[in-house]
């Protein structure tokens, strides 16, 4: 089979492509008198609201680039998915599309069992709005009993902020603190999430002027890796590195996993889950 070239039409053979394995009947429209599979131009065209005459020339390549609102009509009237739609704009304008946040509905199982393979490494799921939605056993242990509190609260910031027990098991709170004010932030922005957030952060400039003066600095960064001291109440002092990544086909989720820093912390984490005799 023949590769396709670079200076190729690779947006109209991906929109036939994607046309042709289109059912009509799914879409309403009559099966009877097809000569191809699939839908036709003029059904596409209908459905995304533009001309037939201007969509035949978008899968021609002619009549030049299309804007970001077509390409986002005609992906919704073809019911493309996420990556599908994502492909769709970088073929067409050579971009992603812009955000748009959805909330997360949960996690599939076999991602539970990774976090429950990390045995003695804390390590949880977060969204992009940081609420920690799964964890491991480890992190119930060594960070905080996420299953004790109510689901709207488990929010990394109101823990941050309003949960005394996480302050005071911080070694540097302030440093803590505007470090995930400032990646909370850049994470909100990244996912396109600022009004699902605006509650949550009207709430903590009201309850917490610390946050107040935070938020008003406008500091962003990236949530990556780094070093965590914490004061554990039963172990004493805990040291840890983190990593954060991205969960592949869930843009918007991430996994931190805390690694104990040397064998005496891992001994510790050990200690903290040993059943109760």
């Not at 069992?113 to 799921?125: G, H, M, N």
Request: proline share 6%.
């Amino acid at each position: 089979m023949m590769m396709p070239y670079a200076n190729e039409n690779l947006l109209g053979i991906y929109l036939k492509d994607r046309r042709a394995k289109l059912d009509p009947t799914a879409f309403g429209f009559p099966v009877a008198r097809r000569r191809t599979p699939g839908l036709r131009r003029e059904e596409v065209a209908q459905r995304a609201n533009v001309s037939a005459t201007w969509y035949t020339w978008l899968e021609q390549g002619r009549g030049g680039a299309p804007s970001a609102d077509v390409l986002e009509r005609i992906s919704q009237a073809m019911m493309l998915t996420d990556a599908e739609r994502e492909h769709l704009f970088l073929l067409g304008l050579g971009r992603p599309p812009e955000v748009r946040y959805r909330a997360p509905e949960g996690i599939t199982p076999r991602l539970q069992r990774v976090l429950d393979t990390l045995e003695y490494s804390p390590a949880f799921i977060r969204t992009a709005t940081w609420d920690v939605i799964a964890w491991n056993k480890a992190a119930a242990a060594v960070l905080t009993d996420y299953s004790t509190l109510p689901e709207g609260q488990r929010n990394v910031l109101r823990m941050i902020f309003h949960d005394s027990h996480i302050r005071a098991a911080q070694s540097n709170w302030q440093s803590v603190a505007r470090y995930v004010v400032a990646s909370f932030r850049a994470d909100v922005a990244r996912a396109g999430a600022a009004r699902n957030v605006q509650s949550l952060v009207d709430e903590l400039c009201t309850t917490s002027p610390e946050f107040a003066a935070m938020w008003r600095d406008n500091d962003v960064r990236a949530h990556g890796d780094g070093m965590k001291v914490l004061h554990h109440r039963t172990v004493g002092p805990l040291s840890m590195e983190f990593s954060a990544f991205a969960v592949d086909g869930r843009p918007d989720l991430t996994m931190v996993i805390y690694n104990p820093a040397t064998p005496e912390d891992a001994d510790k984490i050990r200690t903290l889950l040993k059943p109760s005799p």
